[in-house]
């Protein structure tokens, strides 16, 4: 008999049997089945770019990803190229530019602005607009000479007036020639008025402190001998003596602006013992009568200047007789252009105190010079006779 329900029309065919699976597959537990991803990562990357770059079309062919990827790789690499030319051919010259005319202003600055200017206000000022500069042009543009040359007249001036002696002077100190020069406070105004920072910024000025050095040297080493009292020399180490000495070959003085405070020869240099003698003859016939006259004079003028100080001469008349007698005869020596080369001298030299050892140590070997700034009246004139117009 069969019992089985009849099939309702209006349920669907089939649908008992796919229910059917449904409880079975609850009952035995099976796992549920994944949805297979069938698109590579790449193409996931394919498929935003291309919706993003399309965004009205949402299904895009293989060939027009590749396309549109291939055209932003371009694009990139083009970006790329440009960037790279533009870095390694405008903007990376620009800035090595930049660093060295930066590197060379402030080696400028930092020669010109030296010592006791180091903290000036105006050093720091230019030193950040040379920091803070963005192109060559705005660095050429900084002007230091001017302003550094201003700072440097207004501490000189002020350092010569605070530097002086009871002598109205001062002493200039040369950093760069290692050298020192006494002179007249009115002479260092001068230097500094008439000069900018390149040489202002190698001088200082101190106080004069000086001591007298007595040297003794040969005539050739004493200016010929024709230094007198009061002259101002320079003192040089001879060129061809090398041995201890600071630099053989050094073209500047090594002390400037000494003044000879006294002067004296050997003793045997005032001893006088000359005779003078004429001599003629009258013929007559085969007669001849000879005749000479001779004069004769012997004197040392040592002891003269002796007697004078017991009262043995007259001291005034003596004194003036004398003045200046090494001096004269030096010069009657150099008019005639004959004298006593092997003469010796005594000085007694000016000299700063922190170069009386180099003095003494070289004494064999320093010979002074008259500068033609102080020239006495005898060379004047023989410099002026000798100029052709």
Not at 87 to 114: A, G, I, M, R, W
Request: hydrophobic share 30%; glycine share 4%; with cysteine.
């Amino acid at each position: 008999m069969n019992n089985k329900k009849p099939r309702d029309p209006l349920f669907p065919k089939g649908f008992g049997e796919t229910k059917n699976i449904k409880e079975q597959y609850k009952e035995e537990k099976l796992p549920k089945p994944t949805k297979k991803d069938e698109l590579s990562p790449l193409k996931k990357l394919n498929h935003k770019l291309g919706v993003y770059l399309s965004p009205k079309t949402t299904n895009i062919t293989e060939d027009e990803q590749k396309r549109k990827i291939g055209i932003i790789i371009t694009a990139l690499i083009l970006i790329t190229l440009v960037i790279s030319s533009y870095y390694f051919l405008v903007y990376q010259p620009q800035q090595e530019e930049l660093s060295l005319v930066k590197t060379e202003k402030l080696n400028e600055l930092h020669d010109l602005y030296s010592g006791p200017l180091v903290t000036s206000p105006t050093a720091l000022v230019l030193e950040n607009k040379i920091n803070n500069a963005k192109s060559p042009g705005e660095l050429e543009s900084i002007n230091i000479l001017a302003p550094a040359t201003k700072d440097w007249k207004s501490f000189h001036k002020k350092s010569i007036l605070s530097n002086q002696d009871k002598f109205n002077r001062t002493m200039a100190v040369y950093s760069n020639e290692s050298k020192d020069v006494l002179m007249k406070s009115e002479e260092a105004m001068q230097i500094v008025g008439e000069n900018d920072a390149r040489v202002l910024s190698k001088i200082k000025f101190e106080k004069p402190n000086t001591v007298s050095v007595p040297v003794l040297v040969s005539r050739l080493q004493a200016g010929a001998g024709l230094i007198n009292v009061g002259s101002v020399v320079d003192i040089y180490l001879n060129s061809n003596y090398t041995e201890g000495s600071p630099d053989g070959n050094n073209t500047s003085p090594y002390v400037s602006g000494c003044t000879v405070l006294s002067i004296m020869r050997y003793e045997e240099n005032g001893e006088i013992d000359s005779e003078y003698s004429k001599s003629t003859v009258y013929v007559k016939g085969n007669d001849t009568y000879p005749k000479e006259k001779t004069d004769s004079f012997s004197s040392n003028v040592l002891e003269l200047l002796k007697g004078s100080i017991i009262r043995g001469y007259d001291e005034k008349e003596t004194v003036a007789l004398l003045e200046s007698y090494g001096v004269k005869l030096s010069n009657y020596e150099r008019q005639i252009n004959l004298g006593d080369l092997d003469a010796q001298y005594m000085l007694l030299i000016e000299t700063p105190r922190d170069k009386v050892d180099f003095v003494i140590n070289n004494m064999e070997n320093i010979v002074l010079t008259i500068p033609t700034s102080h020239a006495p009246d005898w060379m004047v004139k023989e410099i002026d006779s000798s100029r052709t117009y």
